[in-house]
């Protein structure tokens, strides 16, 4: 897990307290740091929590948290606020950070807070593999399985996507069958189900 802390003495605290507990980080001076090393198939990039002050010089940590969003991050954002910021706090749960801790804040709501996130974090990945292997097997079908798939994707019955491609019914059966075991479904409705979920759009 990343901390982003422009404060090095609560920043070198909070490192050895997570790792007391078994959370491994990675520490960072500052959002301009961290943005540098950043992108996409990076270790910085790898799954996990990000702990981010939302009030640090330059770059502020709501700017960090914008440029963030800009590029796609994935992963739970939990922001450190002082005295004072807890509006600002709010606001940037509401623009997609998953929570805040106001300082002084007792170790163990901290960890808690954070072993959370981590649980977070480790749906989002399953999430994300699951997608890229749905969107990886779609884009593997044939043509003609692709045109299957939208009529079935219309609620049409084997007998009306025959008629409407020109084909035989046992033709449409045995490339309905070829799509089910690619994408992995048991039925028409999981197929739309998941269509809807990683491929808005496609088809």
Same mark, same amino acid.
């Given at each position: ?8 003495? &609560?920043?070198? /605290?909070?490192?050895? #307290?997570?790792?007391? *507990? ?8 500052? /959002?301009?740091?961290? +943005? ?15 702990? #981010? ?11 960090? $948290? ?5 590029? @796609?991050?994935?992963?739970?954002? #939990? &922001?450190?606020?002082?005295? @004072? ?9 509401? !623009? ?8 002084? $804040?007792?170790? !163990? ?14 749906? +989002? ?5 699951? *997608?890229?292997? &749905? ?10 399985? *692709?045109?299957?798939? !939208?009529? +079935?994707?219309? @609620?049409?019955?084997?007998? !009306? ?12 059966? &045995?490339?309905?069958?070829?799509? $089910? ?14 269509? /809807?979920?990683?491929?808005? @759009?496609?088809?």
């Amino acid at each position: 897990m990343h901390i982003v802390d422009d404060d090095a003495d &609560f920043r070198d /605290g909070l490192a050895w #307290l997570l790792d007391s *507990r078994g959370l491994r980080t990675r520490c960072w001076s500052g /959002g301009e740091q961290f +943005l540098a090393d950043l992108r996409p198939g990076s270790d910085t990039w790898a799954c996990g929590v990000m702990l #981010l002050d939302i009030r640090m010089e330059p770059l502020s940590g709501l700017a960090t $948290f914008e440029q963030l969003k800009a590029q @796609g991050w994935p992963w739970p954002i #939990l &922001f450190l606020t002082g005295h @004072g910021d807890l509006s600002m706090a709010v606001a940037a749960v509401k !623009n997609g950070a998953w929570d805040f801790l106001e300082k002084p $804040f007792q170790d !163990n709501q901290l960890v808690d807070k954070v072993e959370a996130a981590c649980r977070e974090a480790l749906v +989002l990945q399953t999430e994300s593999q699951q *997608r890229l292997r &749905f969107q990886q097997a779609l884009a593997a079908l044939s043509q003609r399985e *692709r045109e299957v798939l !939208n009529e +079935l994707l219309q @609620g049409h019955y084997n007998k !009306n996507i025959a008629d409407h491609l020109g084909i035989t019914p046992r033709t449409v059966e &045995f490339h309905r069958a070829n799509i $089910f075991e690619k994408l992995q479904v048991q039925s028409a409705v999981e197929l739309a189900h998941l269509m /809807g979920r990683y491929a808005p @759009g496609s088809a």
